[in-house]
């Protein structure tokens, strides 16, 4: 009998050891696991880095960039195109003016009566109307028939509070998010079209004269004044509001820079000065490419994965399209080589840009003890359940190198326009004040990322400069800013000012 029990005692405990074991084996898998995701994550810091040395060489390279681009077409990364925007609104714009915003699946109409100085915008209205799918893929006669009806469907609800000047004919501002060559204020040929359309015989026709016809064809008197980008009518609002405004930058789903240049200092321009002595340039700073750049392996295979691989580079660090796709790649090696989420990879977690960057900012701004927001952002979009805090905490540190890199250059980029105005030095005690204005759902919405972004302005140029630098956001630049436009680009303007 005592063999039997010492048997059973031996076996028992020679149980216990291997449960022990295997607990340890687990353990040390798991810490194995743990800390080769922390690996993961700190290599990311690292080649994310942005320090005070990096972001001064890349705010150089901006303006190296910017000059090269204005002396000849195709000169630099950056297209640095002429809008041939020479007038920007004062304020003392008076009268009844429209806009159409035109840049996706939808349209906007978009009227304001301005009142002068005193009055400034007294009365807007706006409708929006969708684009039903086949005209997307259609001729160009029924695309702009279609808006043309619209747009004369909005003109005859004009009601009180609105009225045009007798005698004068209604001008309008269009907005064409679209690339375009810019050939003069009102007139542009498509280049080509994205975001779904496919309209073979508007490419390499001017879209003003495509309207044009189009309102003709229905009896609308009607002339468009401006053709516009946002970013463009952004720096309009911009100046209408404070006429210290130098510069816009649009941090939304996409990316783009504009900002006030002497006409002298445009060597590629041939044409002759504008009066005013200035012209608004489109910079297209998406486009900005530097050695500087801090990339990573996430964003060379986003990019090779892209539709325009080699394009974009600077967007594709800093804008909202792509800010939660970066995460989602680093959480989906972290799955893949750290089990970080379990034995599989979770399958949702294989889907490029299932994580947005609202989804993203959400998690990033979760201040609940235990990151219930981040907790449920996983199980709701990735379908990934029962994460620890301490892994969630890791997601937020995550979202925090990503928004930060991104910032932090949109901030050295900004720094950059600002020494190619000369704008970044005090001089000889004169304090001239340089408005920036912003827009965009990025900066609007994304509220670390827009204090980060405007903590390092500040940081790159020291607290005498920074003083007389402001961000203002700017809202609405693609329907008020271009009214704004066709007000300051008005037919009647010489004879007002007669």
Known sequence: MGKVTVAATVVCAAAVCAAAALVVRRRMKSTGRWARAVA??????????????????????????????????????????????????????????????????????????????????????????????????????????????????FVATEGEGFHVSPGRQREL???????????????GDLIKWTKGFSIEDTVGEDVV???????????????????????????????????????????????????????????????????SGEMVINMEWGNFRSSHLPLTEYDEALDTESLNPGEQIFEKIISGMYLGEIVRRVLCRMAEEANFFGDTVPPKLKIPFILRTPHMSAMHHDTSPDLRVVGKKLKDILEISNTSLKMRKLVVELCDIVATRGARLSAAGIVGILKKLGRDTVRDGEKQKSVIALDGGLFEH???????????????????????????????????????LAASHSQYLEVEES
């Open 40 to 153: 993961i994550l700190k290599e990311m810091e690292e080649k994310c880095g942005t320090p005070i040395g990096k972001l001064r060489q890349v705010a150089d390279a901006m303006t190296v960039e910017m000059h090269a681009g204005l002396a000849s077409e195709g000169g630099s990364k950056l297209k640095m195109l002429i809008s041939y925007v020479d007038n920007l609104p004062t304020g003392d714009e008076k009268g009844l003016f429209y806009a159409l915003d035109l840049g996706g699946t939808n349209f906007r109409v978009l009227r304001v009566q301005l009142g002068g100085k005193e009055g400034r915008v007294v009365k807007q209205e706006f409708e929006e109307v969708s684009i039903p799918p086949h005209l997307m893929t259609g001729s160009s006669h029924e695309l702009f028939d279609y808006i043309a009806a619209a747009l004369a469907k």
């Open 173 to 187: 501002g269009f907005t064409f998010s679209f690339p375009v060559r810019q050939t003069s204020i009102a007139s």
């Open 209 to 275: 004269g495509e309207l044009t016809k189009a309102m003709e064809r229905i009896g609308l008197d009607m002339r468009v004044a401006a053709l516009v980008n946002d970013t463009i009518g952004t720096l309009a609002g911009g100046r209408y509001h404070n006429k210290d405004a130098i510069a816009a930058v649009i941090l939304g789903t996409g990316t783009n820079a504009a900002y006030v240049e002497r006409a002298h200092a445009i060597p590629k321009w041939h044409g002759l000065l504008p009066k």
């Open 446 to 484: 994304y509220t670390k990322f827009s204090a980060c972004m405007q903590s390092t302005v500040k940081e790159l140029l020291g607290e005498e400069v920074s003083e007389t630098v402001m961000i203002e956001h700017s809202n609405d630049g693609s329907g008020i800013g271009a009214a704004l």
